[in-house]
């Protein structure tokens, strides 16, 4: 059981946040997304390469040299084919994503739900709103807006859903998959700021979209350095951010967010799933294929419509 003690309870109730140590479990949770992830950056370098895209292959390199030259190469947009959500433009019936069933996994993962249980208690969504970022070192990001291998401005979760979400008590589990230093660009939060309002949201002057400088809190950000297989829990009005990666490796975290059943997610369009219910343990989703049929059948449909609105910012 991973579940939480009051005191860090409260700590997540006063703070906006909490660090865990040591959550996820290295055999079952990160080992098997880490071989996933392997094996599909080797299919799509082997295929670039084959087309003419890539100089070669970097077969010889380790993963985050291999993706960090791939990325150097063909521009962050390449990423997209290892994401685990849709982008909120331009979908096709070819869109890239990721639905590997070590990814699905992890975000079922027992030891997570366990964790989440503690803040939100035992029927919980998996709510659609999930993505892996691995941060590529700050030289090899061509334009630095793809919030999934560069920088993340200023943020609140609760800005990326529609406010029909605003009272759903929505979670954010930051996990990390490798060491999140401060020189390779882990996650930083302003204390207490899941207090106030919601901020305005919208596009920034040098790309990408957040809170505004303007209209930042004065606090200062603090700096949440952690180690592999541990987790960030953030509420979603927590403000926080990332520092660039300076350093010559990764940082590879996947975030997931859960919330109480029966409640909007403020993304209508993208399908989220019940994790955990102890009320009704048959509508708990099980099967990986199941799950990537349903982001399939999401991108058939977002393919064949106008593009909806996906949040009240519209950040990308």
């Not at 055999?27 to 098997?32: L, S, Y």
């Not at 087309?51 to 791939?70: H, I, P, W």
């Not at 989703?285 to 349903?294: F, G, I, R």
Request: proline share 7%; net charge negative.
């Amino acid at each position: 059981m991973s579940r939480l003690d009051r005191a860090s309870v409260r700590r997540f109730e006063d703070e906006g946040y909490l660090v865990v140590k040591d959550l996820l479990d290295e055999a079952g949770d990160i080992r098997p997304l880490v071989a996933e992830y392997e094996a599909l950056l080797d299919q799509k370098a082997t295929q670039w390469f084959s087309e003419g895209r890539l100089a070669q292959s970097y077969a010889d390199l380790a993963f985050a040299q291999r993706l960090t030259q791939v990325i150097r190469e063909l521009g962050d947009a390449c990423f997209y084919h290892f994401e685990i959500s849709l982008p909120f433009d331009k979908i096709t019936d070819d869109t890239p994503i990721h639905l590997g069933p070590a990814a699905f996994s992890l975000l079922r993962s027992p030891r997570v739900l366990d964790a989440v249980q503690s803040l939100i208690g035992p029927e919980i969504y998996g709510h659609p709103a999930h993505h892996v970022r691995i941060k590529v070192p700050v030289e090899a990001v061509k334009n630095g807006i793809n919030d999934l291998t560069g920088t993340v401005t200023g943020h609140q979760d609760q800005a990326g859903t529609l406010p029909e979400a605003d009272d759903s008590k929505i979670v954010t589990a930051w996990m990390a998959i490798n060491d999140a230093t401060e020189a390779n660009g882990c996650l930083m939060v302003i204390p207490g700021s899941h207090r106030g309002e919601l901020l305005p949201h919208g596009p920034l002057p040098h790309g990408g979209a957040g809170i505004p400088e303007e209209h930042l809190p004065a606090e200062e950000f603090v700096a949440l350095p952690i180690e592999r297989g541990g987790a960030i829990f953030l509420n979603s009005r927590t403000i926080h951010r990332s520092l660039p990666n300076v350093s010559d490796g990764i940082r590879w975290s996947v975030d997931a967010r859960y919330m109480p059943i029966g409640r909007p997610t403020g993304r209508p369009f993208f399908p989220g799933f019940v994790a955990r219910s102890w009320l009704r343990p048959d509508n708990e989703l099980h099967d990986s294929q199941a799950w990537a049929q349903l982001w399939r059948l999401a991108r058939a449909k977002l393919a064949r419509r106008e593009k909806p609105k996906f949040n009240r910012a519209q950040l990308a």
